[in-house]
């Protein structure tokens, strides 16, 4: 249990990083900004139109006599809603590293290279980077999708279907959630999504830490993008320390050589601005 704190440690050392790198958080947020507008177009739409979707997807209850049809189309749409979140969370981390590479590239470049040792580079161009990603992304979408639609149907079963099921979702959001954003590093280190699923997996609860209270942030309107920027360095952090673990410091040895001054890091690229 003590992996679930842990995961939770680099998750608040990826918010203080960027707290300490104000241009880098600055940096960060664009791709965020652009992708709630959206964003929030769309569960604006989906909050008015649930319940004529759920009206027209259950015909049969039509005739149903007060209070069951209420009870069975208002719990739908609560469903319906539910699960249109549950899908925000997650495509909402794809979509912005998807808009905002070469943004988090840079930003978890000068992580790795604050932190001292190897800054890993792709040597891939830019739009073969996009593509991957996209095809990643795509990837997890799709086990997502599958999960939610088994949650979504779990949701029918009584008090299960209230207490179990939502916990079960959000944990799949948390470490769906984690795959994405250290994939920005991991990518970086020549890992595959096939890899970098079984790395997490060895890991679940430390990933679980990190995740999901990621994801129960990005439930709050704004949080995600004011997160993003301290979520990748976190993750940048996180992916570090999976691939190669930092040795115990021996009793009574001072930090590390190679580790770099804060307020040492360079400013963002020029085209940033």
Request: glycine share 14%.
């Amino acid at each position: 249990m003590s992996d679930l704190g842990a995961g939770f440690g680099y998750l608040m050392k990826g918010q203080r990083w960027v707290a300490q790198h104000g241009r880098w958080f600055g940096f960060g947020l664009l791709p965020g900004l652009v992708t709630l507008v959206v964003y929030a177009g769309a569960l604006i739409g989906l909050g008015y139109g649930a319940d004529d979707f759920v009206g027209w997807a259950t015909p049969f209850a039509d005739d149903w006599s007060s209070p069951w049809q209420g009870i069975l189309r208002t719990g739908l749409t609560a469903l319906v809603f539910v699960f249109g979140l549950f899908l925000a969370v997650i495509t909402f981390t794809a979509v912005t590293l998807l808009v905002g590479q070469p943004f988090y590239e840079s930003l978890s470049e000068e992580v790795d290279r604050s932190e001292g040792g190897e800054v890993p580079e792709s040597g891939l161009p830019l739009w073969q980077e996009l593509w991957i990603s996209a095809r990643d992304s795509v990837r997890i979408l799709l086990r997502v999708a599958l999960y939610g639609i088994i949650l979504f149907a779990c949701g029918f079963i009584p008090v299960v279907g209230q207490t179990v099921v939502p916990a079960i979702g959000f944990c799949v959001s948390g470490f769906f959630l984690a795959e994405e954003l250290t994939a920005v590093a991991l990518q970086r280190r020549g890992m595959v999504l096939k890899d970098r699923l079984v790395l997490l997996r060895g890991r679940r609860l430390l990933v679980l830490g990190f995740g999901v209270p990621l994801v129960l942030s990005f439930l709050i309107p704004f949080v995600a993008v004011f997160l993003m920027p301290g979520a990748v360095a976190g993750a940048t952090l996180l992916a570090r320390d999976l691939v190669d673990p930092a040795p115990a410091p021996e009793p009574g040895s001072g930090p590390g050589p190679g580790t770099a001054d804060s307020g040492d890091a360079p400013a963002p690229p020029a085209w940033s601005a």
